[in-house]
T-cell receptor, first 116, second 113 residues
Framework: GAVVSQHPSRVICKSGTSVKIECRSL??????MFWYRQFPKQSLMLMAT?????????EQGVEKDKFLINHASLTLSTLTVTSAHPEDSSFYIC????????????FGPGTRLTVL | AQSVTQPDIHITVSEGASLELRCNYS??????LFWYVQSPGQGLQLLLK??????LVQGIKGFEAEFKRSQSSFNLRKPSVHWSDAAEYFC???????????FGTGTRLQVFP
């Protein structure tokens, strides 16, 4: 099956710094990638949808200037949390879909972000 | 409004016992329904999905789910639970083309030996 990876799996940073999280589709071309956020013991909430070569579409309430998403190639999307604060600490999960590849999204293993 | 409800936050069963996790949805169009499992600190693994056809779908790890349109439900079942099934289970609904998935709040399954 299709494999999606994320890097890093865990990151700890100081408040005010920026953190970049990578999401890669390893064995297929991802037409669309999704970024979700999961708070402890809660469900996943979609943050944004990105199509290769296009600007990301953000869900209502998600600050696009704070959560920068880039989908520059068909196998890589990045989420940059700018000027991170403790309230940004969360589990970030990406998923990917490739047109003609599958009829569903494949999820990455997630990235645990802790902002001190 | 589009939503997914998983009424049971936490379920505890004995190993070998049967299991049913409930899922109810509200969706304006034809729903595509999914069940995912998440182990602690891990991503989501797809257990099964329903798009159309036979309303009883088989998934991995011995799980099955039944779509009941009249009840807006998509309950997950397993006849005999194994200790390794302990995890968080999420039901989700979405459109035909992979797009925004709406997740339920999850059910935490605990399995006693």
């Amino acid at each position: 099956g299709a494999v999606v990876s994320q890097h890093p799996s865990r990151v700890i940073c100081k408040s005010g710094t920026s953190v970049k999280i990578e999401c890669r589709s390893l064995d297929f071309q991802a037409t669309t990638m999704f970024w979700y956020r999961q708070f402890p013991k809660q469900s996943l909430m979609l943050m944004a949808t990105s199509n290769e070569g296009s600007k990301a579409t953000y869900e209502q309430g998600v600050e696009k200037d704070k959560f920068l998403i880039n989908h520059a190639s068909l196998t890589l999307s990045t989420l940059t949390v700018t000027s991170a604060h403790p309230e940004d600490s969360s589990f970030y999960i990406c998923s990917a879909w490739g047109q003609g590849v599958s009829d569903t999204q494949y999820f990455g293993p997630g990235t645990r972000l802790t902002v001190l | 409004a589009q939503s997914v409800t998983q009424p049971d936050i936490h379920i505890t069963v004995s190993e070998g016992a049967s299991l049913e996790l409930r899922c109810n949805y509200s969706y304006g169009a034809t729903p595509y329904l999914f069940w995912y499992v998440q182990s602690p600190g891990q991503g989501l693994q797809l257990l099964l999905k329903y798009f159309s056809g036979d309303t009883l779908v088989q998934g991995i790890k011995g799980f099955e789910a039944e779509f009941k349109r009249s009840q807006s439900s998509f309950n997950l079942r397993k006849p005999s639970v194994h200790w390794s099934d302990a995890a968080e289970y999420f039901c989700a609904v979405g459109p035909p083309i992979p797009d925004k998935l709406i997740f339920g709040t999850g059910t935490r399954l605990q399995v006693f030996p």
